[in-house]
């Protein structure tokens, strides 16, 4: 029975590190505080004021090759949708990013990984308000950790913070203009690995 348990007890752990070894791939899907809305509310002097109700949609989607065990290189895609509405008026912001990167994976337990990752890449971003619209463009990067809870062989869920930044340089107008945008998220997903 020692044995049968010892063998069962190896192969568990075997199969759990073929998951990310050399050779092998990840494809990941996460979204980050997604399909989530708020209103504000500004104070100024003794009046309040209501200000914009904000919804956003925001969904990662990655895949990586594992070049070594426990490291996957490859790239993640963001598509981010966030719309503003007050009163009449409304505003819509949709960002895409394309950004390759890194993604270290740990041994933690039998069914845990966590995971530490970087990005660096290209995002853009349109804003559409009544009739007219504007596009920027710039520099962009991600850090990201977490943990991949295994509940199959191959399927994890990934449970992780990120920080990331977009720069965006435009004109309006004689100004020449540069925005930073610059989210902290929590993010939940899945990974196959194949």
Do not use: H, R
Request: contains cysteine; glycine residues 12%.
């Amino acid at each position: 029975m020692k044995k049968i348990f010892m063998i069962c007890l190896t192969f568990g752990f075997v199969t759990l590190n073929a998951q990310t070894q050399k050779g092998n791939w990840v494809i990941e899907g996460s979204t980050s505080l997604g399909f989530s809305s708020g209103k504000s509310t500004y104070k100024v002097e003794s009046d309040k004021v209501d200000g914009p109700t904000t919804s956003v949609i925001s969904f990662n989607p990655a895949a990586g090759y594992f070049v070594m065990d426990d490291l996957a290189v490859g790239i993640e895609f963001g598509l981010a949708s966030v719309t503003m509405k007050q009163d009449s008026d409304k505003v819509t912001t949709s960002s895409f990013s394309v950004m390759p990167g890194a993604t270290y994976y740990f041994s933690a337990g039998e069914n845990i990984k966590p995971y530490i990752g970087a990005n660096v890449g290209y995002g853009s971003k349109k804003e559409k308000y009544e009739d007219e619209s504007e596009s920027a463009g710039g520099f962009a990067w991600k850090a990201k950790g977490g943990m991949a809870f295994f509940f199959k062989e191959s399927i994890a869920v990934n449970l992780g913070l990120s920080y990331s930044q977009m720069t965006y340089d435009y004109s309006e107008g004689d100004f020449d203009i540069k925005e930073t945008y610059s989210p902290f998220g929590v993010s939940v997903g899945f990974s196959f690995f194949l």
